[in-house]
Every structure is written in structure tokens, then in C-alpha cells.
């Protein structure tokens, strides 16, 4: 069983050296960072998002629809993610990506390819901080991190090209912790 907990622990710690783009919140130590508390993120525009706008801000992209596995990282296998060149007409620097949801009651349709979307991106902790398995048994888990998704409001055409009308779910996809992070 020890060989076995030590495995998991070098695949835990491998799994962040396979992905050097996310930034575990695990890894830095407080006194390398500015302290920010859970009251001043409540104050609108307070966090920037990883395109370049504060979260929660109505904004319009384009972008592409991309499969996950493009990335060769097993955590985005299966998971669709959109890679943003433009924010609000100005282009990126360098093109992020990011997951996405409908909002809920939006008129969800089935989108791929080159996409022009109006939404907002949002974001949370998630996965598990290392010295939680101090306490309980190792289980193989993200690391705990910040992940940002982009709620999609509305879907316009591009290209004079509208995306198809399929309905798809407006749950988050599984392992949301994947898309968050990228760029």
C-alpha cells in the first residue's frame, strides 16, 4: 500500500510538470503573492480574467471551437474547448483558451468551427490543495487551482454563416477544472 500511496503522490506531481501552464494554486507560497481577500473580490471589475477583461464583464469574441485532445493533455481529453483570438473587436496577443458553457436559459445550439459569441467569463477553485491528504487517503485529483469558463449568452454568425441549431446540454463538461486554465 505504501508503494502504491508514493505512486499516486509522483503521478500527482508529475501531472503538473506535464502541464507547466496551469498555475496550481498549491504551488506558490503566500509571501510570493499579494494577498487578496474573498470580500474584495466582490467588487465588480476587481479580478481580471485570462482574456484580458474583468469577470463577469458582457463581452463579444471570436474564436475557434477546438477538441481538447489537440493539446496532448490527458485532463482535456473529450472536453471542447474555445480558443479566443479577439475580445470586443481587438485582437489577443496570443490566442487563450478557455472552456464554455450556455448560460441556462439561453437558445443553446450545437457550435463548431469559427464562432463569434457574445458571453462573460467567470471563474472558481477547484481540485483539491496537496496537504488536504495529510488527513484522508490519496486519491488522484486536480490540483487545487483557479479555472476560469466562458458562459455563452448568444451565438452570432460569422462569415454570414450561422452556427447549426442543435440543442446541447448546459451543464458544466466533465472535469471542469480543464479549461480554465489555459492559454
Same mark, same amino acid.
Given at each position: 500500500?505504501?508503494?502504491?500511496?508514493?505512486?499516486?503522490?509522483?503521478?500527482?506531481?508529475?501531472?503538473?510538470?506535464?502541464?507547466?501552464?496551469?498555475?496550481?494554486?498549491?504551488?506558490?507560497?503566500?509571501?510570493?503573492?499579494?494577498?487578496?481577500? /474573498?470580500?474584495?473580490?466582490?467588487?465588480? %471589475?476587481?479580478?481580471?480574467?485570462? =482574456?484580458? $477583461?474583468? =469577470? &463577469?464583464?458582457?463581452?463579444?469574441?471570436?474564436?475557434e471551437i477546438i477538441d481538447g485532445r489537440t493539446l496532448r493533455n490527458?485532463?482535456?481529453?473529450?472536453?471542447?474547448?474555445? *480558443? +479566443?483570438? $479577439?475580445?470586443?473587436? *481587438?485582437? =489577443?496577443?496570443?490566442?487563450?483558451?478557455? *472552456?464554455?458553457?450556455?448560460?441556462?436559459?439561453?437558445?443553446?445550439?450545437?457550435?463548431?468551427?469559427? /464562432?463569434?459569441?457574445? %458571453?462573460?467569463?467567470?471563474?472558481?477553485?477547484? %481540485?483539491?490543495?496537496? $496537504?488536504?491528504?495529510?488527513?484522508?487517503?490519496? /486519491?488522484?485529483?486536480? %490540483?487545487?487551482?483557479? +479555472?476560469?469558463?466562458?458562459?455563452?449568452?448568444?451565438?452570432?454568425?460569422? *462569415? &454570414?454563416?450561422?452556427?447549426?441549431?442543435?440543442?446541447?446540454?448546459?451543464?458544466?463538461?466533465?472535469n471542469s477544472s480543464s479549461e480554465k486554465a489555459l492559454n
Open positions: 500500500m505504501k508503494i502504491f500511496t508514493t505512486y499516486m503522490v509522483l503521478i500527482a506531481q508529475l501531472a503538473t510538470v506535464i502541464n507547466p501552464i496551469k498555475v496550481i494554486a498549491d504551488d506558490v507560497k503566500h509571501d510570493q503573492c499579494t494577498t487578496v481577500t /474573498v470580500d474584495s473580490l466582490n467588487i465588480r %471589475g476587481a479580478v481580471i480574467g485570462m =482574456l484580458g $477583461e474583468p =469577470l &463577469g464583464k458582457v463581452v463579444t469574441i471570436d474564436g490527458k485532463s482535456y481529453d473529450g472536453v471542447k474547448l474555445l *480558443q +479566443v483570438s $479577439e475580445v470586443n473587436g *481587438q485582437k =489577443l496577443d496570443k490566442s487563450r483558451c478557455i *472552456q464554455f458553457i450556455w448560460f441556462t436559459t439561453a437558445n443553446s445550439k450545437k457550435i463548431k468551427g469559427r /464562432v463569434k459569441l457574445i %458571453g462573460y467569463e467567470t471563474g472558481e477553485y477547484t %481540485g483539491v490543495p496537496h $496537504e488536504a491528504f495529510k488527513y484522508v487517503d490519496l /486519491v488522484a485529483a486536480e %490540483g487545487f487551482q483557479f +479555472v476560469s469558463t466562458f458562459i455563452i449568452l448568444k451565438s452570432l454568425s460569422l *462569415q &454570414g454563416k450561422s452556427t447549426p441549431e442543435i440543442p446541447i446540454p448546459t451543464e458544466t463538461p466533465p
